[in-house]
T-cell receptor, first 113, second 110 residues
Framework: EAQVTQNPRYLITVTGKKLTVTCSQNMNHEYMSWYRQDPGLGLRQIYYSMNVEVTDKGDVPEGYKVSRKEKRNFPLILESPSPNQTSLYFC????????????FGQGTRLTVV | QQQVKQSPQSLIVQKGGISIINCAYENTAFDYFPWYQQFPGKGPALLIAIRPDVSEKKEGRFTISFNKSAKQFSLHIMDSQPGDSATYFCAGAGSYQLTFGKGTKLSVIP
């Protein structure tokens, strides 16, 4: 089954404790991206990647890091999480650019206390 | 920051009625205008999309109307059903950018 898989689905952590949210897709897609979803703000792009070793900032990159060492994986790293990073996070992939259908994961609900 | 403005924020429609959600964009470089549907606890999923070279696209009960000169587009859901109750996001996209509206929570009541 074609899918984007995120782990974990739920995470509660403390301020300053480094964490990684994993994202993997099995569709051989070139493009991958991370979004955060907050009430009243919709989905905002954090980082995106056009291919292996090629990444760029989205609209809200502060406090986040990404890497793309393999085509299928695109982890999101929070080196020193803060409470304002409490949010619902989605990973997405698409075959061509972002002007083609994006496939989203199930989401990761992160709480930073 | 290029925006996509979406309205209304929430919408209540009777079963069988027509649901209409509107969006306006600023970035004339966008060449793809999708609508995503999101159910609680799930990720968004593509519902229907349009390119700016056409003014309307219909898929079943769902229709996108697109007005390039006004930089506006809208989603029409005909014969709305309780199963359509979800949050809908419009978006504008180019090769390296996908910008979402803030979402509309649709409730279809029996």
């Amino acid at each position: 089954e074609a899918q984007v898989t995120q782990n974990p689905r739920y995470l509660i952590t403390v301020t300053g404790k480094k964490l990684t949210v994993t994202c993997s897709q099995n569709m051989n897609h070139e493009y991958m991206s991370w979004y955060r979803q907050d009430p009243g703000l919709g989905l905002r792009q954090i980082y995106y990647s056009m291919n292996v070793e090629v990444t760029d900032k989205g609209d809200v990159p502060e406090g986040y890091k990404v890497s793309r060492k393999e085509k299928r994986n695109f982890p999101l790293i929070l080196e020193s999480p803060s409470p304002n990073q409490t949010s619902l996070y989605f990973c997405a992939s698409s075959l061509g650019g972002f002007n083609t259908e994006a496939f989203f994961g199930q989401g990761t609900r992160l709480t930073v206390v | 920051q290029q925006q996509v403005k979406q309205s209304p924020q929430s919408l209540i429609v009777q079963k069988g009625g027509i649901s209409i959600i509107n969006c306006a964009y600023e970035n004339t470089a966008f060449d793809y205008f999708p609508w995503y549907q999101q159910f609680p606890g799930k990720g968004p999923a593509l519902l229907i999309a349009i390119r700016p070279d056409v003014s309307e696209k219909k898929e079943g009960r769902f229709t996108i109307s697109f007005n390039k000169s006004a930089k506006q587009f809208s989603l029409h859901i005909m014969d709305s059903q309780p199963g359509d109750s979800a949050t809908y996001f419009c978006a504008g996209a180019g090769s390296y950018q996908l910008t979402f509206g803030k979402g509309t929570k649709l409730s279809v009541i029996p």
